[in-house]
């Protein structure tokens, strides 16, 4: 049974940091993309981070580009997002993904959320 789970959120002051951390069980974690997403109150998820399987190579929406890093360890099977100089519009509901595919399909997973509140 494939698991992504997610921790780290909570309320934080504009300007202030935190960490998430994405755990997967039940995959090859080491094969696998990881992107974080957010989704804020009556707005579609958006991609925030990715993260590949191979080289390490990363990506950022513009939005977020300068305050988060996204990291990976296969050897804990964990992603992370850094978060620094966090603003109220990073208010939103944070969701990890794992994402590979094989000659005969896509393997895409997601985990349950964890809320990011960015508020004086």
């Known amino acids: 049974q494939v698991q992504l789970v997610e921790s780290g959120g909570g309320l934080v002051q504009p300007g202030g940091s935190l960490r998430l951390s994405c755990a997967a069980s039940g995959i090859t974690f080491s094969n696998y993309a990881m992107s974080w997403y957010r989704q804020a109150p009556g707005k579609e998820r958006e991609l925030v981070a990715h993260?590949?399987?191979?080289?390490?190579?990363?990506n950022y929406a513009d939005s977020v580009k300068g305050r988060f890093t996204i990291s990976r360890d296969n050897a804990r099977r964990t992603v992370y997002l850094q978060m620094n100089s966090l603003i109220p519009e990073d208010t939103a509901v944070y969701y990890c993904n794992a994402f590979t595919r094989d000659s005969l399909r896509t393997y895409d997973y997601w985990g349950q959320g964890t809320q990011v509140t960015v508020s004086s």
């Open positions: 993260i590949s399987s191979t080289d390490g190579t990363t």
